[in-house]
């Protein structure tokens, strides 16, 4: 009987993580070290040549432009999403539940749709700039898409609940006391932040990060649709290899050497005392 | 409880596959068929149109490739697409037989190398890639790519985000052919289009006229159908066909080898050759329009405009996409790097 | 006192970052004009218009038919696992563990791209089943999270106590286990459910024929030109939303006020 439900328990997920998670990325791995035919066909003729490729300028620049993009993006939402955790975690217990449903609320409707409210109010003839024009602030349109500030704009709304969430979480967590009793010895309000709280936070600061900083080099849509095209990033390379250049082995071995950064990233986060748990978990 | 979710499950998978319904898989470029055509289509030959979109030749060789053979019964792809597909024998030949409007066509259209005698491919529409601008944000004219460089239009151009043609163009303002593959001609058009870029403010395929017609751009290298349909919003935009060349295309009807629906496909193709229906899809998508009797159903607006009614004479100077083989790699440099 | 009030202000600054483009969106679904640039005149024809647009309201059942059945599938067996995983031993349990996080960790890109590969490797037809199997993909390691959490902080002694009563497992399983484990596998279905509805990645790459989804739709429409009638549909998925959260919310706020007054 035991043995029963423990098959009914474990079954299914083996075979989902063999099939759906582990086959997939082997057989990744595998075509990132066969040629490409041009033509969006593989040979199957064993190359390390398109990890070479990797490292051609060219496509180091996207590498390196996507990870200022995305490193900005991460210390942007850092920024807003530290303090916010902290005040809003200073609140009545009710008044901190209906605010953290508030941020998800957003978080919660299409994000494509939200990027398009964004260009609603940043183009040209956009909201923005009609109001700053009306009220005489600007004389001539301001260019706030169809760049890098607009990808910058996008992809930190976007992401800015996946920080807001883990560090709420790590900074309700900290027992207030501690910090009292730090103050009734005389430490001073910046010490106090610097060396009790933030301390305890670091784990919710790091989970946050990766999980703003991940899906920022990946996200393509943002970088299409608010930087007009312009910015190659880590994500539209892999696209452009797929549906594009119709060179399968090439974007199997960006999506690999993109899983290899991931995961030192990962690791450092486990160094640091997170717990994979925590990660993506709301 | 557990038993209505299993049933609910059921249903669903059911209800998404098991059935054969009367239906046609269509893959083709976004923007190009108006919805209302479609769903008259639907409701007149009570067949369900299942429609998916793609932005480049690329994109559907792509999505031909990654769907199992079978899964899209009508394409269409242009030109050189349309020669690789028969290259790798991906398209079937067609029953010209079972089209009553295949006299419509235009016979100068028809029996070209990229098909000889349609064996494979029947075209539907014409295009071209132009110039467009705003003469009250222009000082004198522009009538060459060389003319684009000119630093007063910083961020002010947008371009169609297509590789071959973008890197194509680059290359015969150069004075290159536009399908050239030599390595040092490449690195030119490459810094070419470096010197261009502070003046791109976008890259776009699918509506590049948005751009025009928001006046978010006042120069655009787009389709000369968006070029015609944001001439229709703004009076002050101008046309230009560059004097060092520019490309043609043509999009034709191809029909993917063990294509499910063949006979609905054919029905689809037959419907979109009637005059009234392709003038439906003219009037919306003003391409060059290939079809004899629609000819005369169209109006002046779109004849008169060498935008949408690209003359003959022109259409014979333009130039052809061709495949590059391998050399697909270095323009794939180009494009990484002036991103 | 001054400090409270600049701790209100950034608070109010960040909802109004949060909030400023769906409110922008919601204010164009009642304007008269077709563009979404300037505000003509106040009207509600952008909802009838809705309920006429087919291939919003296809986009709209796919969307709902994946969320749903992924949603079904993924939490019953992110569920099972999670207790199987914390219960029971096995060879190769930590592989299966490591290989659990790979798709909360890994960019979407590539998991969108690695199930495309083995679909077309395995000639499976891309359509709603690809997508719901891509969904359900995703999905599973976020159940497992949010039910191992609860799992971890629950009282196993009484499912011993349920045994040694002479209960049989799949009893104990579902008078004992399942009651105490809900709001875990509620707070796991609400996000797969949301994370599907929202999937625009792992959807481009494994969508086919008849089988567009709402996001999909509104991709191609954002690059095109987008009508207002999708604000209007947003503008209604946003108020769903909202009842949804608030009721439960406010549920929740009473529990937690109560107790606080207490």
Redesign the interface.
Request: aromatic share 8%.
């Given at each position: 009987m035991n043995r029963n439900l423990k098959f009914i328990c474990l079954a299914p997920v083996v075979i989902y993580a063999l099939i759906l998670i582990f086959f997939p990325l082997i057989y990744i791995l595998f075509i990132s070290f066969q040629t490409s035919d041009n033509y969006g066909g593989i040979i199957y003729v064993f190359t390390i040549y398109n990890y070479i490729r990797i490292f051609d300028p060219v496509y180091l620049k996207v590498f390196f432009n996507s990870a200022i993009i995305g490193l900005f993006v991460t210390l942007a939402c850092l920024l807003i999403a530290y303090p916010f955790s902290i005040f809003v975690s200073e609140k009545k217990p009710h008044i901190q539940k209906l605010l953290i449903t508030l941020v998800l609320i957003p978080f919660l409707t299409n994000s494509l749709i939200r990027t398009y409210g964004w260009i609603v109010l940043l183009r040209k003839e956009g909201i923005f700039n009609t109001i700053l024009e009306s009220l005489s602030i600007i004389d001539n349109p301001l260019s706030f898409m169809y760049n890098n500030l607009g990808i910058f704009i996008g992809l930190t709304y976007t992401l800015l609940p996946f920080m807001i969430l883990p560090i709420y979480n790590s900074v309700s967590k900290i027992d207030k006391k501690v910090i009292e009793a730090a103050r009734d010895l005389g430490a001073k309000p910046l010490n106090i932040f610097f060396k009790v709280i933030v301390p305890s936070t670091y784990s919710g600061i790091f989970n946050g990060c990766i999980m703003t900083f991940i899906p920022a080099i990946g996200m393509f849509f943002i970088a299409d649709l608010l930087g007009g095209g312009k910015t190659m990033l880590i994500g539209n390379l892999i696209k452009n290899q797929f549906l594009v250049s119709r060179n399968w082995p090439f974007g199997s071995a960006l999506s690999i050497f993109l899983i290899i950064v991931t995961f030192l990233l990962v690791r450092l986060y486990k160094k640091l005392g997170g717990k994979l748990d925590d990660l993506g978990g709301f | 409880m557990k038993k209505i979710?299993v049933l609910?499950?059921f249903m669903?998978?059911l209800?998404?596959?098991g059935q054969t319904k009367n239906?046609v898989?269509?893959?083709n470029w976004?923007?190009y068929i108006p919805?209302e055509v479609i769903?008259d289509f639907e409701e007149e030959y009570n067949i369900?149109v299942?429609?998916?979109?793609y932005?480049?030749n690329?994109?559907c060789?792509?999505?031909l490739?990654?769907?199992?053979?079978g899964?899209?019964d009508l394409i269409f792809p242009s030109d050189y697409l349309v020669e690789?597909l028969i290259d790798?024998e991906m398209i079937q030949t067609l029953d010209k037989s079972k089209l009553t409007n295949l006299s419509n066509l235009n016979p100068n259209f028809l029996n070209l190398e990229y098909d000889p005698n349609n064996k494979y491919s029947l075209p539907f529409l014409a295009a071209s890639v132009v110039i467009i601008y705003d003469s009250d944000f222009v000082d004198g004219e522009i009538t060459s790519y060389n003319d684009l460089l000119n630093p007063q239009y910083k961020?002010n151009i947008v371009l169609l985000?297509d590789?071959r043609i973008i890197i194509g163009l680059a290359l015969l303002a150069l004075g290159y052919d536009m399908n050239d593959t030599n390595e040092e001609h490449l690195e030119e058009a490459k810094e070419w289009l470096l010197e261009l870029?502070p003046n791109?403010?976008?890259?776009?395929s699918?509506?590049p006229k948005?751009f025009m017609i928001?006046?978010?751009t006042k120069i655009g290298v787009i389709w000369n159908a968006e070029a015609g349909l944001a001439m229709n919003e703004l009076d002050n935009l101008k046309v230009v066909y560059p004097e060092e060349g520019f490309n043609i295309s043509i999009d034709n009807f191809a029909m993917p080898v063990n294509a499910k629906n063949v006979d609905n496909a054919y029905k689809f193709i037959d419907y979109i050759l009637r005059a009234d229906v392709m003038q439906k899809i003219i009037e919306e998508y003003p391409y060059k329009n290939l079809n004899i009797k629609t000819q005369e159903l169209l109006s002046d607006t779109y004849l008169n405009n060498i935008a949408t009614n690209v003359p003959d004479d022109y259409f014979k100077e333009g130039i052809f996409v061709k495949n590059i083989?391998?050399a697909?790699?270095n323009?794939?440099?180009v494009?990484?790097?002036i991103? | 006192m001054k400090n409270k009030t600049l701790k209100n202000l950034f608070i109010v600054l960040v909802f109004i970052f949060l909030y400023l483009p769906i409110i922008a969106l919601i204010a164009f679904s009642f304007n008269d004009s077709k563009l979404n640039i300037i505000f003509e005149g106040f009207t509600f024809k952008w909802y009838k218009i809705l309920f006429t647009n087919t291939t919003l309201l296809d986009a709209l059942k796919n969307t709902l038919i994946v969320a749903v059945t992924s949603t079904v599938i993924s939490t019953i067996i992110g569920t099972l696992a999670a207790i199987g995983l914390y219960k029971y031993d096995f060879k190769g349990k930590n592989f299966i563990n490591s290989l659990l996080y790979i798709p909360v960790v890994i960019p979407e890109i590539v998991l969108g791209i690695s199930l495309l590969s083995i679909y077309t490797l395995m000639r499976l037809d891309l359509g709603l089943i690809t997508l719901i199997i891509s969904h359900i993909a995703f999905s599973i390691p976020y159940v497992i999270i949010c039910v191992r959490t609860v799992i971890s902080s629950m009282n196993w002694q009484i499912e011993e106590a349920a045994h040694d009563l002479g209960a049989g497992d799949f009893l104990t399983f579902r008078k004992i286990i399942l009651p105490e484990i809900v709001p875990g596998i509620v707070s796991g279905a609400t996000l797969a459910f949301t994370l599907s509805l929202d999937d625009v990645i792992i959807s481009y790459f494994t969508t086919g024929p008849g089988s567009n989804t709402l996001p999909l739709q509104i991709y191609s429409m954002i690059k095109t030109g987008i009508t207002p009638d999708v604000n209007a549909l947003t503008t209604l998925i946003i108020l769903v939303v909202m009842i949804i959260l608030f009721t439960s919310t406010i549920v929740q706020m009473r529990k937690i006020k109560k107790g606080y007054q207490v």
């Open positions: - | 979710i609910l499950i669903i998978l209800s998404g596959c239906e898989n269509i893959l976004s923007s919805d769903r369900k299942n429609y998916n979109t932005s480049s690329e994109e060789l792509a999505k490739q990654a769907a199992k053979s899964t899209y690789l790798k961020n985000d590789q870029k791109i403010k976008a890259f776009d699918d509506s948005t928001t006046k978010e083989d391998e697909i790699i323009y794939d440099r494009w990484a790097s991103k | -």
